[in-house]
């Protein structure tokens, strides 16, 4: 069965794709037009991508042959995934393979921006000692934090969370009363309006939920709003959630602080210059999307990529579907 990898890939996906019998192409530089041709000129069964942006033109490209897109992440907003559907093409995830490395950036966030990391290490490097200025911060036991999403990645945080002595909320429109009870959190009642209302009772809010139509732009001036004075805001999932111009409005008014690690209007390119309004903003700080940029992340979706791949090779099972389409078809 062919492959096409259209993205950075650990040796050990591409080995154990190979081992299964499989012929891999893989090729990091694919985007738009070039991964149209690709599937075109390629014709594979699956399409494996990270970052690599699937649009529509591409999977019509690809629709002869392509069964499966396989997302080597949690989240899926970079595949068109209507498109996908409406050809029969299974769109599917990893879920939970990086959930403890996006959790441990997220609690890297709420340290940093608690404890002014990123303006430390710059005064010093410019060669400032300013102790009395960076002496003073809250500290994170006893405080309250919200988690909205409680997904894989949102419950590996309400542990660590819970490890640095924090109380925590969660927000889930899935979760009840008991698995909240079971996880040793509070539940807010999963409505706008009882989210609204309990904003204020938190220090913190860190956010995990997909980019989805329910969930793009939850994060509005409402929102920001609403939250407590001072309170830190950490969004590690999808920047589409988030009204970008809210966010800017309420940090610039000293009404929070944040860590980010995505963002609206990102770059798709792995590299390029980029200057957008919210990175220049005062208490605000900023990591390149990396959440689950770990060895140990990546070693996880490889084997989980090579494990599905194996799957549908064997009978046709499709796992972790994300997309609308029954995709009866076996491998072939």
């Not at 009395?132 to 969370?161: C, F, N, P």
């Not at 429109?173 to 008991?178: D, G, N, P, Q």
């Not at 009404?255 to 390029?272: C, F, H, M, W």
């Given at each position: 069965m062919k492959i096409v990898i259209a993205d950075k890939a650990e040796k050990a996906m591409v080995d154990g794709l190979a081992s299964l019998g499989c012929e891999v192409y893989q090729d990091a530089s694919l985007d738009g037009e070039t991964l149209a041709g690709c599937l075109a000129d390629q014709a594979p069964a699956v399409l494996v991508v990270r970052s690599t942006k699937v649009p529509a033109g591409a999977i019509e490209s690809g629709a002869g042959s392509l069964k499966i897109i396989i997302r080597a992440g949690s989240g899926y907003d970079n595949i068109d995934c209507d498109t996908a559907?409406?050809?029969?093409?299974?769109?599917?995830?990893?879920?939970?393979?990086?959930?403890?490395?996006?959790?441990?950036?997220?609690?890297?966030?709420?340290?940093?921006?608690?404890?002014?990391?990123?303006?430390?290490?710059?005064?010093?490097?410019?060669?400032?000692?300013?102790?009395?200025?960076?002496?003073?911060?809250?500290?994170?036991?006893?405080?309250?934090?919200?988690?909205?999403?409680?997904?894989?990645?949102?419950?590996?945080?309400?542990?660590?969370?819970?490890?640095?002595?924090?109380?925590?909320?969660?927000?889930?429109?899935?979760?009840?009363?008991?698995?909240?009870?079971?996880?040793?959190?509070?539940?807010?009642?999963?409505?706008?309006?009882?989210?609204?209302?309990?904003?204020?009772?938190?220090?913190?809010?860190?956010?995990?939920?997909?980019?989805?139509?329910?969930?793009?732009?939850?994060?509005?001036?409402?929102?920001?709003?609403?939250?407590?004075?001072?309170?830190?805001?950490?969004?590690?999932?999808?920047?589409?959630?988030?009204?970008?111009?809210?966010?800017?409005?309420?940090?610039?008014?000293?009404?929070?602080?944040?860590?980010?690690?995505?963002?609206?209007?990102?770059?798709?390119?792995?590299?390029?210059d980029w200057s957008p309004e919210i990175a220049g903003v005062q208490g605000v700080y900023c990591t390149h999307h990396c959440g689950a940029s770990t060895d140990q992340a990546q070693a996880a979706v490889s084997e989980e990529v090579v494990r599905m791949v194996g799957m549908f090779m064997a009978d046709g099972t499709i796992e972790h579907q994300v997309n609308k389409t029954a995709c009866a078809a076996g491998p072939g």
């Open positions: 559907a409406s050809k029969d093409i299974a769109v599917c995830n990893t879920p939970g393979m990086n959930a403890v490395a996006v959790a441990e950036l997220a609690m890297g966030h709420l340290i940093s921006v608690d404890r002014r990391l990123p303006e430390q290490n710059s005064a010093l490097k410019s060669g400032r000692w300013n102790k009395k200025q960076y002496s003073v911060a809250v500290g994170l036991k006893g405080r309250s934090l919200l988690v909205i999403g409680a997904g894989a990645i949102g419950r590996e945080m309400t542990q660590r969370a819970a490890a640095f002595g924090m109380n925590i909320g969660v927000f889930d429109l899935h979760i009840t009363a008991e698995q909240a009870a079971e996880l040793g959190v509070d539940r807010i009642d999963p409505t706008r309006e009882a989210l609204l209302a309990a904003l204020p009772g938190f220090d913190a809010v860190s956010m995990h939920v997909p980019a989805v139509e329910a969930t793009k732009g939850m994060c509005d001036s409402a929102f920001f709003a609403a939250m407590k004075y001072g309170a830190i805001f950490i969004n590690t999932s999808r920047g589409a959630i988030v009204d970008e111009a809210a966010l800017i409005a309420a940090a610039k008014a000293g009404k929070i602080r944040a860590g980010l690690d995505v963002y609206q209007n990102q770059p798709s390119a792995k590299e390029t």
